[in-house]
């Protein structure tokens, strides 16, 4: 047999066992790179999907970082003063979140304003802020100070239940 001029069918002819045996070297070589290739195509995945998680978790972290800035950056303009920046309060503006009313959306900023609005409003405190006194804790001088609460002129005490339950009212 002249092995130069050899063909796959003439050695399928002559020696069905050695052809028979190449045949079955390959295609177990070819199974197990297969393989190889489908584990690491399934750890791949797993990869994507771990980045991807990662990646959806950090974007939300960053809106809310960005939406705590927004809101930090709304109460200085707002110049609240310190006696109506409650641990409530504040918590209540870091968790609003854009919202829909019918075909408007309504955005974060939108309604961070309206509730420090309604703060401010709540404790009286429209007009100027702080008129110029420092020494009235609640900000404006148009305030009276009776009891350790917040009267403006004419008005009744505002208790922390009644300022509360108006932003519960608006945020509703």
């Keep these: 047999m002249d092995l130069q001029n050899l063909t ?3 050695l399928c002819e002559s ?3 050695l052809h028979d045996k190449i045949f079955q070297d390959g295609a177990a070589s070819r199974k197990a790179e297969i393989d190889k290739l489908t ?3 399934a750890e791949s995945k797993g990869k994507v999907t771990q980045l991807t ?8 972290k960053v809106a809310l970082s960005e939406s705590r800035t927004l809101v ?8 609240l003063p310190a006696a109506a920046l409650t641990d409530v309060f504040r918590n209540t503006l870091y968790n609003v979140r854009e919202s829909k009313q019918g075909d408007k959306v309504v955005t974060v900023e939108e309604q961070v304003k309206a509730l420090i609005e309604d703060r401010r409003v709540s404790l009286g405190l429209t007009g100027v802020f702080n008129n110029g006194n420092p020494s009235n804790p609640l900000g404006g001088s148009h305030l009276n100070e009776s009891k350790g609460g917040a009267v403006p002129q ?12 108006s932003i519960g009212s608006f945020r509703n």
Excluded: F, P
Aim: proline share 0%; net charge negative; hydrophobic share 45%.
């Design 8 to 10: 796959i069918a003439g």
């Design 15 to 17: 020696r069905k066992d």
């Design 39 to 41: 584990a690491d195509l």
């Design 53 to 60: 998680t990662e990646v959806d978790t950090l974007k939300v």
């Design 72 to 79: 930090d950056k709304l109460l200085a303009e707002a110049q």
């Design 154 to 165: 004419g008005g009744t005490t505002l208790s922390g239940a009644q300022v509360i339950a």
